[in-house]
C-alpha cells in the first residue's frame, strides 16, 4: 500500500531559527515527489518538486532534499520568518495506468513565533 | 503560472438545499480536475476525477448522486453537493494538472452546514 509519513506532526520555532521537517514514503514506482505549503483554510502552493535524479533542489529559503533509495525526503527552512506558519504537505507522485496518482502526507503544522 | 481560481471561498448553508463550487483554470485548458475534500489535521482525500465531456470518476465510498461533478469545458469544473448535512461540512479543494509534474490547487472552500 502507497503511504506517505510526514514527522513531526506539528512543531513550533522561535523567529529566526531553522527546521527541517520528514518525510518517509512506501510509493510505487515512484515518479516525483513535491512540498507544498497550505495556509490555513487555503489551498497548497507548491515550494518544490524532486524527480528520481534529483538529490537537492531550493527555492527561496525551501531547501528540499531526496534519498530515492531510502525513500526519504526532507524540507529545510532557513531563517524562519512568521509567515512561515502554515501546514507543510508531502506529496509523492507514482506513476499508474491513467496517468498519476497523488499520495498525500497529512503534513506538518509549524508554528513560527516571536 | 497555472492558476485555478475557485468560488466560494466560504460558504454557509442550511441542512437540505445544495452548493455548487466552481473551479475555473485561468490561463491553460483544464481537461482533468481533480476534487478533494479535507478534514482538520488530516491529508486532502480525493473524491473524484473529472474529464472534460466524459463522466467524472468517482473514489470508493463517495455517492455521485450526492456530489454532482460537471466538467462541461476545459476551463471550468463544478462540484455541487446535494441535499447537504452537517456531516459534509469540511474544506473542498480542486486541482488540476499543470507543467511536466505540476499540479496546480484552487484556494478551498470552506462548507459550512447547519
Known amino acids: 500500500k502507497n503511504q506517505v509519513e510526514q514527522s513531526p506532526q506539528s512543531l513550533i520555532i522561535l523567529e529566526g531559527k531553522n527546521c527541517t521537517l520528514q518525510?518517509?514514503?512506501?510509493?510505487?514506482?515512484?515518479?516525483?515527489l513535491r512540498w507544498y505549503k497550505q495556509d490555513t483554510g487555503r489551498g497548497p502552493v507548491s515550494l518544490t518538486i524532486?524527480?528520481?535524479?534529483?538529490n537537492t533542489k531550493s527555492n527561496g529559503r525551501y531547501t528540499a532534499t531526496l534519498d530515492a533509495d531510502t525513500k526519504q525526503s526532507s524540507l529545510h527552512i532557513t531563517a524562519s520568518q512568521l509567515s512561515d506558519s502554515a501546514s507543510y504537505i508531502c506529496?509523492?507522485?507514482?506513476?499508474?495506468?491513467?496517468?498519476?496518482?497523488?499520495?498525500f502526507g497529512k503534513g506538518t503544522s509549524l508554528l513560527v513565533t516571536p | 503560472g497555472a492558476v485555478v481560481s475557485q468560488h466560494p471561498s466560504r460558504v454557509i448553508c442550511k441542512s437540505g438545499t445544495s452548493v455548487k463550487i466552481e473551479c475555473r483554470s485561468l490561463?491553460?485548458?483544464?481537461?482533468?480536475m481533480f476534487w478533494y475534500r479535507q478534514f482538520p489535521k488530516q491529508s486532502l482525500m480525493l473524491m473524484a476525477t473529472?474529464?472534460?465531456?466524459?463522466?467524472?470518476?468517482?473514489e470508493q465510498g463517495v455517492e455521485k448522486d450526492k456530489f454532482l461533478i460537471n466538467h462541461a469545458s476545459l476551463t471550468l469544473s463544478t462540484l455541487t453537493v446535494t441535499s447537504a448535512h452537517p456531516e459534509d461540512s469540511s474544506f473542498y479543494i480542486c486541482?488540476?494538472?499543470?507543467?511536466?509534474?505540476?499540479?496546480?490547487f484552487g484556494s478551498g472552500t470552506r462548507l459550512t452546514v447547519v
Open positions: 486541482s488540476a494538472p499543470a507543467g511536466t509534474y505540476g499540479y496546480t
Open positions: 518525510c518517509n514514503y512506501t510509493v510505487s514506482p515512484f515518479s516525483n
Open positions: 524532486m524527480t528520481f535524479s534529483e
Open positions: 506529496v509523492v507522485s507514482a506513476r499508474v495506468n491513467s496517468g498519476y496518482a497523488l499520495n
Open positions: 490561463d491553460f485548458q483544464a481537461t482533468t
Open positions: 473529472s474529464n472534460e465531456g466524459s463522466k467524472a470518476t468517482y
